[in-house]
């Protein structure tokens, strides 16, 4: 690996760019739709997820702020290299995994903003070339990725703002809210609903997957990390309390597009176009994290001897175009699977353990966090994060949890075979842990 120069690496806007524009994707999309029939259970659930997930990030942010070489660094120096490889691994999937369903969610949300809509099979290739088109923009390195992030996020966040400011408007005026659905306050209730908002909320973790592209990471790494989860967490409890007060529940579980329907109710047809585009953006945005955070786990991996070598080479800029383009063809291999219907429900099941998947990550920085011996009261939090993490393990089902330990199992026979097949002198070696460098963003 060659030194970068700061210039080129991501500054603090730009990797908590990186942070929102990976969780606001398409799981906000129509979560409204989910949310709505669960009435209060929903706003407690967010109250839930937010605190467990900002716990989880919490724990994240501890382990991350020792350097900026990428998550499997830092699990090393904690957990060791065979934990490290198996956590990278399993995220390294459910990134990729996740890449195929935003591809396609991004071209069928962009088929809702266009006249007569797109059959299945043309949002099938569109969202090959959106896959194909972001992987070209990540070639140009890394603060080309976060100057994309800045630019979604800033748009994929106007119609979650406009539901809440027509609910603002609502309430200022003295008009009546809608009724809020009147589903019983449970246990098993807030559960489901976790379930969904946990969903929604995955996705911080991406500041810790670049490798060595991320100035002063002591600093920037953790502030990107929290403030990213604060800030969609509170704008996600926000917007979908909002469509819920202004439009029926009824009406919500109907809607494809909640929030251009919420807002096309209140301000006419070419708002709420504008909304179902700023949707399609949103989870265009986070595809394009996703070919990134891709690209990087699988380069840290070749690195280390873990994958095949051709994937660890990189350019004068430090992109793994390699390991990018590998990433990227095996998430158009499963659109192009999901193509044909029968193929259907495998593809939602992969997402589903993709989820899974990530989760393993989370116990697995938190654990980490914990060797660092922190303080009482970081401690503290590290465990409200490993008691979350337990019950969205429960919300994720068994099948996807006991499917999530076989590709972890699949991913430690593959580093096996690879540590046997690349030579010592073809495995370029692995960064050692350098100073931070750069000055603040």
Same mark, same amino acid.
């Given at each position: #690996?060659? *030194?970068?120069?700061?210039?080129?690496?991501?500054?603090?806007? #730009?990797?908590?760019?990186?942070?929102?524009?990976? #969780?606001?994707?398409?799981?906000?999309?129509?979560?409204?739709?989910?949310?709505?029939?669960?009435g209060y259970n929903a706003v407690i659930a967010w109250v839930v997820s937010g605190t467990g997930v900002l716990?989880?990030?919490?724990?994240?942010?501890?382990?991350?702020?020792?350097?900026?070489?990428?998550?499997?660094?830092?699990?090393?120096?904690? %957990?060791?290299?065979?934990?490290?490889?198996?956590?990278?691994?399993?995220?390294?999937?459910?990134?990729?995994?996740?890449?195929?369903?935003?591809?396609?969610?991004?071209?069928?949300?962009?088929? %809702?903003?266009?006249?007569?809509?797109?059959?299945?099979?043309?949002?099938?290739?569109?969202?090959?070339?959106?896959?194909?088109?972001?992987?070209?923009?990540?070639?140009?390195?890394?603060?080309?990725?976060?100057?994309?992030? $800045?630019?979604?996020?800033?748009?994929?966040i106007l119609p979650l703002v406009g539901v809440v400011v027509i609910a603002a408007l609502r309430g200022a005026?003295?008009?009546?809210?809608?009724?809020?659905?009147?589903?019983?306050?449970?246990?098993? =209730?807030?559960?489901?609903?976790?379930?969904?908002?946990?969903?929604?909320?995955?996705? +911080? *973790? &991406?500041?810790?997957?670049?490798?060595?592209?991320?100035? =002063?990471? =002591?600093?920037?790494?953790?502030?990107?990390?929290?403030? /990213?989860?604060?800030?969609?967490?509170?704008?996600?409890?926000?917007?979908?309390?909002?469509?819920?007060?202004? #439009?029926?529940?009824?009406?919500?579980?109907?809607?494809?597009?909640? +929030?251009?329907?919420?807002?096309?109710?209140?301000?006419?047809?070419?708002?709420?176009?504008?909304?179902?585009?700023?949707?399609?953006?949103?989870?265009? /945005?986070?595809?394009?994290?996703?070919?990134?955070?891709?690209? *990087?786990?699988?380069?840290?991996?070749?690195?280390?001897?873990?994958?095949? @070598?051709?994937?660890?080479?990189?350019?004068?800029? *430090?992109?793994? $175009?390699?390991?990018?383009?590998?990433?990227?063809?095996?998430?158009?291999?499963?659109?192009?699977? =999901?193509?044909?219907?029968?193929?259907?429900?495998?593809?939602?099941? %992969?997402?589903?353990?993709?989820?899974?998947?990530?989760?393993?990550?989370?116990?697995?920085?938190?654990i980490a966090a914990l060797r660092t011996r922190p303080a009482p009261l970081s401690m503290a939090v590290i465990?409200?994060? %490993?008691? +979350?993490? /337990?019950?969205?393990?429960?919300?994720?089902?068994?099948?996807?949890?006991?499917? @999530?330990?076989?590709?972890?199992?699949?991913?430690?026979?593959?580093?096996?075979?690879?540590?046997?097949? &690349?030579?010592?002198?073809?495995?370029?070696?692995?960064?050692?842990?350098?100073?931070?460098?750069?000055?603040?963003?």
């Amino acid at each position: #690996m060659t *030194e970068l120069d700061p210039k080129q690496m991501m500054g603090r806007w #730009m990797t908590t760019a990186l942070v929102i524009g990976g #969780m606001i994707g398409a799981g906000i999309v129509l979560l409204p739709v989910s949310l709505a029939p669960l009435g209060y259970n929903a706003v407690i659930a967010w109250v839930v997820s937010g605190t467990g997930v900002l716990a989880l990030a919490y724990a994240l942010a501890l382990t991350a702020r020792q350097d900026g070489q990428g998550i499997q660094a830092y699990l090393e120096r904690l %957990l060791g290299p065979t934990i490290a490889f198996a956590i990278t691994w399993s995220f390294w999937v459910s990134v990729w995994v996740g890449n195929a369903a935003m591809g396609v969610a991004a071209a069928g949300a962009l088929s %809702l903003a266009l006249p007569g809509g797109l059959s299945d099979q043309s949002i099938a290739y569109l969202a090959i070339a959106m896959v194909v088109f972001l992987a070209i923009v990540n070639a140009f390195g890394a603060r080309a990725t976060g100057g994309t992030a $800045i630019i979604t996020v800033l748009i994929k966040i106007l119609p979650l703002v406009g539901v809440v400011v027509i609910a603002a408007l609502r309430g200022a005026n003295g008009h009546p809210f809608e009724a809020i659905a009147p589903l019983p306050i449970t246990f098993d =209730n807030i559960a489901t609903a976790s379930a969904f908002t946990l969903f929604a909320l995955l996705g +911080f *973790e &991406n500041a810790t997957a670049p490798v060595d592209k991320v100035r =002063n990471p =002591n600093r920037t790494i953790p502030f990107a990390i929290l403030a /990213g989860v604060a800030f969609v967490a509170i704008l996600y409890l926000l917007c979908t309390t909002a469509i819920s007060l202004v #439009m029926p529940v009824d009406a919500v579980m109907a809607s494809r597009a909640p +929030f251009a329907s919420a807002i096309g109710g209140e301000w006419g047809m070419i708002p709420a176009l504008l909304a179902a585009f700023a949707m399609a953006v949103s989870a265009f /945005g986070c595809l394009s994290v996703g070919v990134m955070i891709a690209g *990087e786990l699988g380069y840290s991996m070749a690195l280390r001897g873990d994958l095949p @070598s051709v994937l660890a080479r990189a350019d004068r800029k *430090e992109t793994p $175009i390699v390991s990018q383009v590998f990433a990227s063809a095996l998430a158009i291999g499963l659109i192009l699977a =999901n193509m044909d219907q029968s193929t259907v429900g495998l593809f939602n099941f %992969l997402i589903l353990l993709g989820t899974s998947a990530t989760l393993w990550l989370y116990v697995a920085g938190a654990i980490a966090a914990l060797r660092t011996r922190p303080a009482p009261l970081s401690m503290a939090v590290i465990a409200v994060g %490993l008691l +979350f993490a /337990g019950f969205a393990f429960y919300g994720a089902g068994m099948k996807a949890d006991l499917w @999530s330990i076989v590709l972890i199992a699949i991913g430690l026979a593959v580093r096996m075979v690879m540590r046997r097949l &690349n030579s010592p002198a073809a495995i370029p070696p692995a960064a050692a842990p350098a100073a931070p460098r750069g000055s603040s963003a």
